[in-house]
């Protein structure tokens, strides 16, 4: 998902990763604890583009602040 403040989550496998448009910097934000468990959805707040969303197979949504 790309944010408001040009950011952009990807979810790739197990690990969501942010890459920042303004310094083109890679940040490692997330990896989950079970290697099969992958993460399917990343979606910003609609509210609070700090606000990430993040779904896994596992059916479980966990809420980031990226900015912390």
């Given at each position: 998902?790309?944010?408001?403040?040009?950011?952009?989550?990807?979810?790739?496998?197990?690990?969501?990763?942010?890459?920042?448009?303004?310094?083109?910097?890679?940040?490692?934000?997330?990896?989950?604890?079970?290697?099969?468990?992958?993460?399917?959805?990343?979606?910003?707040?609609?509210?609070n583009?700090?606000?990430?969303?993040?779904?896994?197979?596992?059916?479980?949504?966990?809420?980031?602040?990226?900015?912390?």
């Amino acid at each position: 998902d790309w944010s408001p403040n040009n950011t952009i989550a990807a979810g790739l496998e197990s690990v969501v990763v942010l890459w920042s448009g303004c310094s083109s910097k890679i940040t490692h934000l997330y990896e989950t604890e079970d290697p099969a468990d992958y993460i399917c959805s990343v979606s910003f707040s609609t509210n609070n583009p700090n606000h990430l969303a993040i779904g896994n197979t596992m059916g479980q949504i966990k809420i980031f602040d990226i900015q912390k």
